[in-house]
Antibody, heavy 118, light 107 residues
Framework: QVQLQESGPGLVKPSQTLSLTCTVS??????????WSWIRQPAGKGLEWVGR???????NYNPSLKSRVTISIDTSKTQFSLKLSSVTAADTAVYYC??????????WGQGTLVTVSS | DIQMTQSPSSLSTSVGDRVTITCQAS??????LNWYQQKPGKAPKLLIQ???KLETGVPSRFSGSGSGTDFTFTISSLQPEDIATYYC?????????FGQGTKLEIK
């Protein structure tokens, strides 16, 4: 089990880029079986998988967001990051980072609310 | 994308009740399904993986079954601490998708 903590601005203006970082502690970010994921949840709604990155740098994105999403990893800092460009109000949500071990989201951050508003 | 449809979307229940939630996949996902519990203001917590395997430390009143396209999640005797929203999630392929959630409320 690892601990994850999201950080980043809570307010982003429309058309700008949302940037979040997840810091991993209590374990290695480089373990080969892990994928490091971003999942979001608009207020009062369900969970949407945004994408993930492997320690090798291999990424997978939700096709619905693929043109706007970039996930990167910095193993030296035990961090991985999310960038979502051209945001609109529809991107307002709680953003979670999570560890996907093989097939399950085992560990989650506490979540961070990002509001898109001018 | 594989669509996951949960029902009901909400359920008014009483302590001690047997609670059943269903999850239907839009195509055959074998047993590649997980169940999560989410309490207000908290991250989801994994309860069941591979459709029926209870995570370590999860009370035995929780169970899951099913394969293919139809799955069931059951709480045999609802406890006050079980009030939460429950989500199914497939891992058959990418993108991972979740059901819309089932919110349990106390009558």
């Amino acid at each position: 089990q690892v601990q994850l903590q999201e950080s980043g601005p809570g307010l982003v203006k429309p058309s700008q880029t949302l940037s979040l970082t997840c810091t991993v502690s209590g374990g290695s970010i480089s373990t080969g079986s892990n994928y490091w994921s971003w999942i979001r949840q608009p207020a009062g709604k369900g969970l949407e998988w945004v994408g993930r990155i492997h320690t090798s740098g291999n990424t997978n994105y939700n096709p619905s967001l693929k043109s706007r999403v970039t996930i990167s990893i910095d193993t030296s800092k035990t961090q991985f990051s999310l960038k979502l460009s051209s945001v609109t109000a529809a991107d307002t949500a709680v953003y979670y980072c999570a560890r996907e071990y093989s097939t399950t989201f085992d560990d989650w951050g506490q979540g961070t609310l990002v509001t898109v508003s001018s | 994308d594989i669509q996951m449809t949960q029902s009901p979307s909400s359920l008014s229940t009483s302590v001690g009740d047997r609670v059943t939630i269903t999850c239907q996949a839009s195509e055959d996902i074998n047993y590649y399904l997980n169940w999560y519990q989410q309490k207000p203001g908290k991250a989801p917590k994994l309860l069941i993986q591979d459709a029926s395997k209870l995570e370590t430390g999860v009370p035995s009143r929780f169970s899951g079954s099913g394969s293919g396209t139809d799955f069931t999640f059951t709480i045999s005797s609802l406890q006050p601490e079980d009030i939460a929203t429950y989500y199914c999630q497939h891992y058959y392929n990418l993108p991972r998708t979740f059901g819309q959630g089932t919110k349990l409320e106390i009558k």
